[in-house]
């Protein structure tokens, strides 16, 4: 099959679609009539020979057909848009829409307070941030990258780790002069210490309780009277007094600094969690995407 400008065409209008999510969206972004969307899209099944989206009065998602001819096209055409920003002499690469999907603990505590200097440095940038706990699907839902924390399972996504942090087991001033300071991590099973369980998104179960220190490692059973699914809320029990809580030391450094959380075991300090990039594409991400990388990477630091 031949190359020409009327497919370039309805690939562009196509990634417009996903993007967007919807063909009403799509034609404002490429100011083009609604209709004139759905002629572009017709024509390219009709070319094909696939039907490429399940529409329906209220949504309109990606056929297993189209999504695998997305997956394949939307890197290509981020390649060209680069190279004729490059080619134009422009000194501004990082520009155009960027939808992240964020793990929640990282956007509320990391990412938003540093915000403001990556839109400055990026002016001509528009950031979709979408914050949930599940992964989703980042094609059907027009994402082009996702910054989720903890080890990733198998799929066709393309993972990349950003960094790694400690977990700390911390606790408040008021719950250790109530209930004494645990002296190693065994104490925690006496029955007068609660112990918060973190349920991890991904399984529905609690994350356990680990220790780590030169090669040996600690797996308490701890009494799972308390289980929450929420960090804000983990924290805010932990800092009134309430319980000991197992967190990660990206973001809870101003707590500790200001003495309303003490690290309890700063002798088991092997226990570390990852960050990681998911894409869709073995292809080189586009400057946007590298741009955005290379923020998150440098809040760790």
């Given at each position: 099959?031949?190359?020409?400008?009327?497919?370039?065409?309805?690939m562009?209008?196509?990634?417009?679609v996903?993007?967007?999510?919807?063909?009403?969206?799509?034609?404002?972004?490429l100011?083009?009539?609604?209709?004139g969307?759905?002629r572009?899209?017709?024509?390219l099944?009709s070319r094909?020979?696939?039907?490429?989206?399940?529409?329906?009065?209220?949504?309109?998602?990606l056929t297993d057909?189209?999504?695998?001819?997305?997956?394949?096209?939307a890197?290509?055409?981020?390649?060209?848009?680069?190279?004729?920003?490059?080619?134009?002499g422009?000194?501004?690469?990082?520009?155009?829409?960027?939808?992240?999907?964020?793990?929640?603990?990282?956007?509320?505590?990391?990412?938003a307070?540093?915000?403001?200097?990556f839109?400055?440095?990026?002016?001509?940038?528009?950031?979709d941030?979408?914050?949930?706990d599940?992964?989703?699907?980042l094609?059907?839902?027009?994402?082009?990258?996702?910054?989720?924390?903890?080890?990733q399972?198998?799929?066709?996504?393309i993972?990349?780790?950003?960094l790694?942090t400690?977990?700390?087991?911390?606790?408040?001033p008021?719950?250790?002069?109530?209930?004494?300071?645990?002296?190693?991590?065994?104490?925690?099973?006496?029955?007068?210490?609660?112990?918060?369980?973190f349920?991890?998104?991904?399984?529905?179960r609690?994350?356990?309780?680990?220790?780590?220190?030169?090669g040996?490692r600690?797996?308490?059973?701890t009494?799972?009277?308390?289980?929450?699914?929420?960090?804000?809320?983990?924290?805010?029990?932990?800092?009134?007094?309430?319980?000991?809580?197992?967190?990660l030391?990206?973001?809870?450094e101003?707590?500790?600094?200001?003495?309303?959380?003490?690290?309890?075991?700063?002798d088991?300090?092997?226990?570390?969690f990852?960050?990681?990039?998911l894409?869709?594409?073995?292809?080189l991400?586009p400057?946007k995407?590298?741009?955005?990388?290379?923020f998150?990477?440098?809040?760790?630091?």
């Amino acid at each position: 099959m031949s190359f020409d400008a009327r497919l370039a065409s309805g690939m562009g209008v196509l990634s417009a679609v996903v993007d967007t999510g919807s063909f009403v969206k799509a034609a404002e972004v490429l100011d083009m009539t609604q209709s004139g969307v759905s002629r572009a899209v017709a024509r390219l099944e009709s070319r094909l020979g696939i039907r490429l989206f399940d529409r329906t009065t209220r949504s309109v998602k990606l056929t297993d057909e189209g999504r695998r001819l997305y997956e394949e096209v939307a890197p290509l055409l981020a390649g060209l848009e680069e190279a004729a920003t490059q080619a134009s002499g422009s000194a501004m690469a990082v520009r155009g829409r960027l939808r992240v999907n964020v793990d929640p603990y990282f956007s509320r505590l990391i990412l938003a307070p540093a915000l403001g200097d990556f839109m400055a440095t990026y002016p001509e940038l528009e950031l979709d941030l979408v914050t949930r706990d599940e992964l989703g699907d980042l094609v059907a839902d027009g994402v082009d990258l996702a910054v989720r924390f903890g080890e990733q399972p198998s799929s066709s996504l393309i993972g990349r780790q950003l960094l790694k942090t400690r977990v700390l087991t911390v606790a408040s001033p008021a719950y250790l002069e109530k209930h004494g300071r645990p002296q190693q991590p065994s104490d925690l099973q006496d029955p007068r210490h609660v112990c918060i369980d973190f349920r991890d998104p991904q399984t529905g179960r609690p994350f356990a309780w680990e220790f780590q220190r030169e090669g040996e490692r600690l797996v308490l059973n701890t009494r799972r009277r308390l289980m929450v699914n929420d960090v804000g809320t983990m924290h805010r029990i932990c800092e009134q007094g309430q319980a000991v809580a197992q967190v990660l030391a990206l973001g809870v450094e101003p707590a500790i600094r200001e003495g309303r959380l003490v690290e309890l075991f700063p002798d088991w300090p092997d226990e570390y969690f990852p960050l990681y990039a998911l894409y869709p594409s073995r292809h080189l991400p586009p400057a946007k995407v590298r741009a955005f990388l290379e923020f998150v990477v440098s809040l760790s630091r």
